[in-house]
């Protein structure tokens, strides 16, 4: 994912080579809209020979490993021979060449240029920016350390500053501070971004960045004290060399260290830097990309599962008739239709995501962060929240395909080993919406001491507050269940409960005398379930935002459904809190139950046509099952006859092992 | 799974070689109690140089597969030489080689001998079962085709007698009538039990049972007319040759035909079989199994978990404190206490499932079926309710490692691709529910008929569902939050609950004037939901149950402990059923909450000790980070260290790719 910053880092900078085009123009001159260029960028690479690649899932690691540096590095040329430099063509074209999966350059593209670009001085830039840029600096970005993740107070790489030389020692004091995961640090990089404890004149200063040299630029061998290599083998990553990095008194110059903002003079002064919360913003903003990113595992699952769905017939619905497609069994429509509701949500949300982050980018450049800490707690909640339901959704869509899901060769295992690290990474997801809660909690209470609130949190005003019922037995709201408007306060009021009774939560904890601290980790589960359902609410609310915005009136008809099923069946889902709440009566709560099926059927005519709608070439989707044509055994067969297995009738462990245990016996 | 087959089939049989032992005498000659022989099985296999193997995790597929057939080899070998022929010890003996895993000769043993046991005629067992016994023959069990699964009638594979040469001309028709998946027919086996509907005298008499030579007894070299390879790589399963077989006119003799039950005469003419459940025995058997396996990767995954979480410091609760264990965060506990309850109760409900198979054996082959009926719905349902839950909560455990469990190092990766599939074979999991919820209605119905049922739906008898509350609005019962008896009343109450819901759904549709078949598909949602709701609480109550068989106070205790926080959590988890059903009342809702925190609490100090007394060997976990000792960071490092990727400092894709593209830029 890091890779997506470099379409924030790179906008609007010159670059140094070649010209940039504003935009890409064909081979018949004519210029080209965003999703034609997309879909231009993609015929490129479809049509290129040079990424006709074997099926990776029939490689070694190495062997995977060495295709992606092998596809990279003719990436990067063809990059340069087309003219393409800006960001997100970039992105698109890379996405497109390594069929969305990472590779072994993504942090030097997507960390290493961008941090230099951030944080260098104008030396520094002058010095590491266009040997990075022309590949002779390969560099990665070296945080995460084998015993401390999320926390990053907690790193333990020490950087002392020596004056008599004027250099940095830098090491690794324990087991748990050798760099741990980054990716190409491994193999491929022969430098690394290395965030270490700044130690100059007696003093620790925190954290900083330095430029540490880890392989020779002739040999690429390890250099002195520079103990790298790959982690090994991971659930899916296959195409990266996630590296270990161990420093044993390794000695930087003194402008190795990145010193736009924080500074240490030759004689070892420290100078802070000013307040910036830059950093604060390329986290959001990658954020905001996985909520996409989420939106987009899911499309291609349901793509698969749901073309296969209807390709598959299995049993019987009515005795003596055919076997009937498994679309048209009522569990599979359950299983798979909200789920698609779910891929289209997610897609408008980081959509939306990412409008907003660039709407304030110009107020933050400028020093106005007062938007930020709202998108902040925002995006950290929906990563959390859209990666975990994206990636159960992905495993839900891999199973409703049988047993050919397990097969490589639907694609599906790829797409889930690839994904679910998002719940891991940029953030551990249930940190994530610790720090959503923490926002709302701190909102809930300036609301309940007459502060007004404003943006996305409204609703925890005391005055909308007043109007929510408070138990099962009071009065039930006039919630319509065929009306999304309804249904959206009805998320809404239930975020607002849920965060009060986090708060009092909270607040009994105190009371018993415990510290804030010990308060808030004995409410931490109530946390988490109103940051849930705060995020749901959003959800919800931007899925019937985005249906104002659609003028063909079938597209709006069938994304009205779709965005009704979305609510409705979140709301079965997590029934206890409406009924709870007192927000639904028992009789709305079967009411519920009855539209959904109805709202099933009446989608299973326009299941195929909204998958296709995404648009997947078969080419990017790589999946037996997903087949546009739906020609899916024939493919099956083939595929399988090219299992490396089946390089030989008679595979050697025959003649091995079995053929001479035969004659013992 | 299928190879637990084997400990059903074979038991009482007389093997053929060598002596069976009736328990295993270790060295100094004294018994050993059950237990104990699995230790010693176990530490046999553990001090054995020939199974200390690389690193599974560092070889290819291929590679796998063969370091798996060596292993199976040595494995047949050692089991004659140590003369372990009981089919308890050869499964532990077996389960220890592989460390769990499935294997190539899997289906040989549990599959092939057991039917060729169960469906040969004398004269068949005479041709094939010693050879089959000593490894000449190597077989497997070929059922699934590529278009058709769970469905068996849907089979296309034909079997054609031909009376002038008194042989079957066995075929496969189309495309998706390719045999699919059964293990070992890859490469390993030379023959299979084919199924396939059997054509004679111009009729089709339905599926039979042939054994058809796939390849050469000499050269291994597939015969003519067969197709026969390896389906290519799947999610796991590395070590198996799941495979595919094609049938072109192949022609097999009158006798290799399954004659035990059904005949075909020499002329042609079909002899019906009597009557036999039996395979469905078998089915119940394995699905049982596969419901303590759910337990076991459960337990394992716990193991890991919440030994890593006691090593893992991260962040902090306290500010100036250290670095608190990850154990101590509320949110944590509530993630994998819960799941820790669940695999004892997993553990618990598959020694029932066991112990109740055995006891009706008898009764089953003395040809009374009474309770197989009520013993199928319910293993059908156990089946999916606990490899659903099991799947979900091994992913649960690896993301609460943070980043390292998604490093092969942590086992849970290999864990989970292994133990998933159990929700798709043996029967869909979505398909075993609907057949629970048919068992559920039938018996309802029957009940309604003012017949008086037996046995574990006893519950939905008239008189007892008069006694339930109706609505939120009526009196709540007298639920007793901190009383398992209570708890369990409740779980039953909804059970009946929503199997009348579901069974009412039925009856509406039918009103519509659809039929009764889409009545049922109509309902299809609310069956599921019925035979989740009737599995969880069967599960509930023999955990309940089982706490009466304890007699130490101090484990009494803690188990008790365990069983509350079990059905506690899963009140919360689906509150809105017991609120819809007024089984709770929303301030009994708010109880469960905070007696849920508090059992987290109490549940702290003891969980290690809980996941220990599991007791799995450092050896079979083969986790680096839920070793025993605790010294996770070292022997991480180390195991990267020796990582293929590792074995050079330079890898060749730097002088193929890297080298020459920094030339050119």
New interface residues.
Partial sequence: MSFNAIQHSFRGLQLPAPARPTSITTQDGSDLEYVDIYKYLESLVISDPDFQSEDL??L???ER??AA??K??QM??KL?EYGISDPEEIYCYKSCVHRGRAEPLDLHLGMFLPTLLNQASPEQMETFFIPAW???I?GTYAQ?E??????LR?LETTATYDPATQEFVMNSPT??S?K??PGGL???SNHAIVLAQLHTQGKCHGLQAFIVPLRSMN????LPGVVV????????FDEV?NG?LKLENVRIPRDHMLMKYAKVEADGTYVKPPSAKLTYGTMVFIRSMIVGEAGHALAKSCTIAIRYSSV????????GEP?PQIM?????Q??LFPLLATAYAYKFVGQYMNQVYHRITGDISQGDFSELPELHALSAGLKAFTTWTA??GI?VCR?AC??H?????SAL?DIY?NF??T???EG????MM?QTARFLIKSYRQASAGHQLSGIVSYLNESERRLQPQ???SRPTVVNVNDLASLVDAYKLRAAKLVEMAAKSIQQELQKRV?Q??AW??????L?RASDAHCHYVVVKLFAAKLGEIGDTGVHSVLSTLALLYALQGI?Q???????TGLL??PQ?SQV?QR??DLLAQLRPNAVALVDAFDYRDEMLNSVLGRYDGNV??H??E????????KT??????H???????A??
């Avoid at 290599?229 to 899916?236: A, L, S």
């Avoid at 091995?656 to 035969?662: C, D, N």
């Fill in positions: 899932n029939f070694s690691r190495s490993y060495d540096v092998k990279s590095a990067i040329l340069r022309n590949l002779e390969i995460t084998m015993g401390h993740g999320t926390h907690g087991i748990t050798i741990w995961w491994g193999k491929t040999t690429h061998m390890p290599g790959d982690i090994g083998p991971k659930f899916g060399d270990y598959r017939h299995q049993s019987e619905i009515r005795p076997e048209d069994y009522q569990t599979q359950y299983k990636s159960a495993e199973m049988g047993g899901g397990y097969s490589r060769c295992p080993v679910v690290p719940c891991t990474y551990e997801n249930t940190v610790l138990s099962v037995s510290s601290e010990d980790n004995n409410s931490a589960i109530d988490v079965q997590h029934s206890g809190d409406f009924l709870q009566s028992v709560l139950s959904l099926k055994y024939e099956m067969f595929w399988a006859r090219r299992s490396p297995l089946n009738e008679v595979h050697e462990s025959y091995k092992y079995l053929k001479p245990l035969q013992k016996l």
